[in-house]
């Protein structure tokens, strides 16, 4: 049986005790997946797992809360379980987590720049997997991908392939690619100079929409209907659409992210500007792993720090005396 | 293909297009399809770049005819040194809209502005209450539509009543042909844009290639069903939750389907002030928002994802047909379904209201 097949069993047998089991079907695009809901055993038919199954179905746990709910969870997808578990978001005994080594998931914004030019994205009419390489069906021919080359980064310095802490995990655990994330990215960024980094924000937040897609599809993002972006009263931000409000949400929700996001990326897919946000958002996770040693959705049997007081920091020199 | 009558045709070899561009840019902003970033956009031409038609924009022209914030006055309370006890109120008029051009929008960006035209040209209160903001705009500016040759795989603009190249809406059609491009006008504002000495006279032949591409374009979409049935099936399970909260499980009540749709016209009013100085904004809404429907008292009759959703479908495929000779709010470009971080599909949606009224 493959890894899907025995998914769709397992998702099977844990019907009767959910009232539904959150996963992937198939999407409008061949190379975007859908979330799916499994209510009734047919359902479990339409249950699709691999390298389209991107999206992060962990955002939609809090909903559910009150009853019981299955959900199947990729490695980082599993992380924003445990971090919405550290946080008390959702509780353990309401959620029934199955869990499968992941291999790593497309991203579509690198198959864009791949094609480079050659057809537009949408045009693609099927895609299917052929080894290490993604074959494309355009309306000018067939076209071969290497999928190293349009595998989301964050696949490339996953350290949780294998869903931790899941109540059933399906097929033999993955050994990860890698032993640390060395946060390059952002090192490779924090050494331009500060105009430089203001520019580059500048003139990607000028494309911003305003449409907190962003926020909307993090799974920790908590305030959902009470959000500042939104609030009348009190008025946090203007609703004008300078490049510096929308800059200022952003940091907004970096800032409230520190410490909880967990890197799923789904913010920055989500963002139909394509705009770099979780960029930020690993700004700050690098910082609150060097001072506090914590990994959100990792090392969650504590409080996360900045949502828990310590009269001392033992890496924050607070006085001289 | 465009079903209206050409009233003038021209032919632009691609190695005049920017000198064509430019010169349409004199006193005028020209929008183009341009490439920033990892998306494509409509902005303001640049002299020296060519227009990004590789992949087709992400978002639609709207914005160009209904910018995402507007001032529409701004006010300053006045203090009279003379009288202590009155203030007075200073308003000031926001700047007129220039003339401006939007050259290589689809054809389904200019049929959503269909959608738009009859709502703020007062339709509801006989004419009366017109948006002055939006009709000038309109006035102001001229959409040159190019054929699309293929469809994407969300494309539906067939099953609303548009076609991959439409003139609908538009000023004038353009059609790659081989080393340019066919410039057919519909319209008088169309007939003036293509008095330049940059084009040359189109021949029968190019007409003829460009109708032969149009059919091709036609030929490459696949088959559509009948939605006639779509705004009774929508009203008949306004009460149907099982069925609403089903279709919206997936979504995530951001604003990305309605911010990125051509036909979506929803706006809010603030005052946005600072001390005694500041300015009215007119900003788009969006109906997947709790605030939406909000109302004062703190009651919201909206009060789910599925109760707004229902909204968004429902309004495009029902209530504004049923009030305008059953034209679709929607033209089928499939923004929203492309842009949806969790794919949700209007299309969809409707195809199976109409299954589940069928079967009841
Ligand atoms: S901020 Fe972005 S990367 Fe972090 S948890 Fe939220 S969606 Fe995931
Ligand atoms: S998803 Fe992108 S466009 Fe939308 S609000 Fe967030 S950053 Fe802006
Ligand atoms: S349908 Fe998609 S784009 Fe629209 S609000 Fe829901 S999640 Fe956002
Ligand atoms: S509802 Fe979707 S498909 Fe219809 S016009 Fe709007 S964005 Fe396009």
Partial sequence: MSIQEELQAVIKEALPDVSCVIGWREGPEPLRAAPLFVRTPADADAFRSGYFAVNNPAVFLPEYKGGKVGVVVKGCDARSVGQLLAEGLIRREEVKVIGFPCNGVIDVDKVAVALAGACDPGEIQAAREEGDELVLTTPSGEIRLRKTAVTADKCGRCLFPNALDADVFVGDTLEPAVSADDYADVAAFEALSLEKRMDFWEQEMSRCVRCYACRNACPMCVCREHCVALSRDPRWLTQSDGVRDKMFFQIIHASHLAGRCTGCGECQRACPARIPVLLLKRALSRRVEDLFAYRAGVDVAGPPPLLSFALEEPKIKERDW | ?360
């Avoid at chain 2, 939006?134 to 102001?140: A, S």
Wanted: with cysteine; glycine share 8%.
């Fill in chain 2, 1 to 360: 293909m465009s079903e209206q009558k050409i009233v003038s045709r021209k032919f632009i070899s691609l190695g005049y297009l920017p000198a064509w561009l430019e010169e349409l840019a004199l006193g005028r902003t020209v929008y183009v399809p341009r490439q920033e970033g990892r998306t494509v956009l409509y902005r303001p031409f640049v002299p020296g770049d060519l227009p990004e038609f590789s992949r087709r924009p992400a978002e639609s022209a709207k914005h160009v005819l209904f910018p995402r914030s507007e001032g529409l006055f701004s006010f300053c309370r006045k203090g009279d040194p003379g009288a202590p006890d009155t203030r007075g109120l200073l308003l000031s008029e926001s700047a007129e809209p220039g003339q401006a051009v939007i050259f290589g929008a689809l054809s389904c960006d200019a049929r959503g502005f269909f959608a738009f035209d009859p709502v703020y040209d007062g339709c509801g209160t006989k004419g009366i209450a017109k948006d002055v903001y939006y009709l000038k705009r309109r006035e102001n500016t001229a959409l040159i539509v190019k054929a699309c040759k293929t469809p994407l795989s969300t494309c539906f603009c067939h099953w609303t009543g548009g076609g991959p190249a439409s003139a609908q809406g538009a000023d004038a059609l353009a059609t790659d042909l081989d080393g340019g491009i066919l410039l057919q006008a519909v319209t008088k504002k169309g007939a003036a844009l293509l008095e330049s000495a940059k084009l040359s006279p189109a021949t029968d032949d190019q007409e003829a290639s460009a109708r032969a591409a149009h059919e091709a374009a036609v030929k490459a979409m696949p088959s559509s069903p009948s939605l006639d049935g779509a705004p009774e099936a929508l009203l008949g399970l306004f009460d149907n939750k099982a069925f609403w909260h089903a279709q919206s499980a997936g979504c995530l009540s951001c604003g990305a389907c309605t911010y990125l749709c051509p036909t979506c016209y929803c706006f809010n009013l603030t005052d946005e002030s600072n001390g005694i100085a500041g300015t009215r904004l007119r900003t788009w809404d969006t109906c997947m928002s709790a605030l939406f429907t909000m109302e004062a008292s703190g009651h919201n009759p909206r009060r789910d994802k599925a109760a707004r959703l229902k909204n968004r479908v429902g309004h495009k495929f029902s209530y504004y047909p049923r009030i305008h000779d059953g034209r679709f709010s929607c033209c089928g470009c499939g923004r929203c379904i492309r842009s949806c971080p969790s794919s949700v599909d209007i299309r969809q949606i409707v195809l199976n209201a109409l299954k589940e009224n069928a079967d009841v």
